[in-house]
């Protein structure tokens, strides 16, 4: 017979926004009856989500600190006329420690796993199963919701973990090696040292297109892997197709994901602009919810709408540039848009990933030379709604 729950706090979608946002709720309100319901078995699925340290404010680094797997002090970028190893953090957090750690936090029926959502509302969720939740406020983390809402260019990749034969030598990441063959828009690999014989090798491409050809990305994976002798046994694979936006109608894709309930992580089109991640909107996001003491469906709703919109109308400079970056510079001749920009200073390199660039950083990125013909940027530039 169905069943009615009733609980203070239902988060829906046991992913990385709705694991932190159930850690932060433990931490910070541990008599609250939160439950976090997820379709699948698992808590944050098959992922690596990495973070530069400045991604993260201090005040919030309690959040992150539990989960992080792998650190460096220092990574190196690399394009064909520049390369450098710049001074800052960089972290991995992996999902199977998501997982144990939420796990070892929450009350075991608070976890509703193997659980699909048909539905959810401000106050209420509807399970496949036919039970129903009850509760004073309903978050929704459920991943992407119509991304057909907003203008987007694709960061798409095919990654794997390499248990190499014999110590493959890096001590810290490449977060881009952009001296490989420029295919399919801005390519580059990605480099996480694990350990001295486990190595992350990800193959990325910023491109107009969504569809991910896994075979031939896997094939040039290979060929890189090879080439720099890291042959052995793959003990982990992953891929992922991001949105990368240029503009769109943010109340529209609000709308889509349910017009009433409150949303956290992609949900609430809290991304990156330029490179689709979300950890950091993720950890903000959570830390500004456990914050409150009204958890009342329509109250977290407004705040979280707020706080989602706020963060996309200050985000307009990272969609010209992705504006630029797509349809002004030639796909093969995109590198250099990186290659100047990692010409910058490190501290607005870390402003940038972080969503929070100055005035300053952005006069900063806009001046000299552009990389991209000046004509067409003006023109691209005018005929794009952001
Ligand atoms: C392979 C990969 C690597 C990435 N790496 C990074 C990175 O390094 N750094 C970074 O910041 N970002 C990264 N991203 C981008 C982004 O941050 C992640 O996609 C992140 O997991 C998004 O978090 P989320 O909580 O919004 O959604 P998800 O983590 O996708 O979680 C959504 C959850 O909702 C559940 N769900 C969906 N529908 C239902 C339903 N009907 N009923 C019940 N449950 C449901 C899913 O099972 C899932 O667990 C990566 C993305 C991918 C795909």
Redesign the pocket.
């Known amino acids: 017979m169905a069943a009615t729950i009733r609980c203070d706090v239902a988060i829906?979608?046991?992913?990385?926004?709705?694991g932190l946002l159930a850690l932060a709720f433990r931490r910070r309100h541990p008599d609250l009856d939160v439950r976090l319901?997820?379709?699948?078995e698992t808590i944050?699925?098959n992922?690596?989500?990495?973070?530069f340290g400045s991604d993260v404010a201090t005040a919030d680094r309690w959040l992150v600190e539990p989960l992080v797997c792998h650190g460096w002090r220092r990574y190196d970028v690399a394009f064909p006329h520049h390369a450098r190893t710049i001074e800052q953090t960089y972290y991995s957090i992996e999902s199977a420690r998501l997982d144990a750690v939420v796990r070892a936090a929450m009350p075991a029926d608070a976890l509703m796993l193997g659980?699909?959502?048909l539905a959810a509302s401000a106050t209420a969720v509807v399970l496949a199963d036919g039970d129903r939740v009850e509760a004073t406020g309903v978050i929704d983390?459920?991943?992407v919701a119509d991304l057909g809402t907003l203008d987007l260019g694709w960061q798409k990749f095919v990654?794997r973990e390499i248990e190499t034969e014999a110590p493959h030598g890096r001590e810290h990441p490449v977060v881009m090696d952009a001296t490989v063959k420029q295919v399919d828009g801005y390519r580059f690999v990605y480099v996480l040292p694990f350990a001295a014989d486990r190595v992350f090798v990800e193959d990325t491409y910023y491109s107009e297109r969504s569809e991910l050809n896994r075979r031939a990305i896997e094939q040039r994976l290979d060929r890189y892997a090879a080439d720099h002798g890291w042959t052995g046994r793959t003990l982990r694979e992953?891929?992922?197709v991001?949105p990368v936006a240029m503009g769109g109608d943010f109340d529209a894709y609000w709308r889509s994901g349910g017009r009433s309930v409150a949303k956290a992580?992609?949900?609430a089109g809290l991304?990156h602009p330029t490179t689709?991640?979300?950890?950091?909107d993720?950890v903000r996001t959570a830390v500004m919810i456990v914050a409150r003491r009204d958890f009342a469906g329509q109250a977290l709703h407004d705040a979280t709408y707020a706080h989602a919109k706020a963060t996309w109308e200050e985000r307009g400079f990272y969609r010209m540039l992705d504006t630029m970056l797509f349809r002004a510079a030639e796909p093969e001749e995109r590198y250099r848009v990186l290659e100047r920009f990692y010409r910058l200073a490190p501290r607005l390199v870390g402003r940038f990933y972080a969503g929070q660039s100055t005035m300053a950083d952005k006069a900063r990125i806009l001046t000299g030379k552009p990389p991209v013909p000046f004509g067409r940027a003006v023109r691209v530039l005018l005929a794009a709604k952001r």
């Open positions: 829906v979608g046991a992913g990385l926004a709705g319901i997820d379709a699948a944050g699925g992922h690596l989500w990495s973070f659980r699909k959502v983390a459920r991943g990654g992953e891929s992922g991001l992580g992609m949900r991304f689709g991640y979300s950890l950091p993720a």
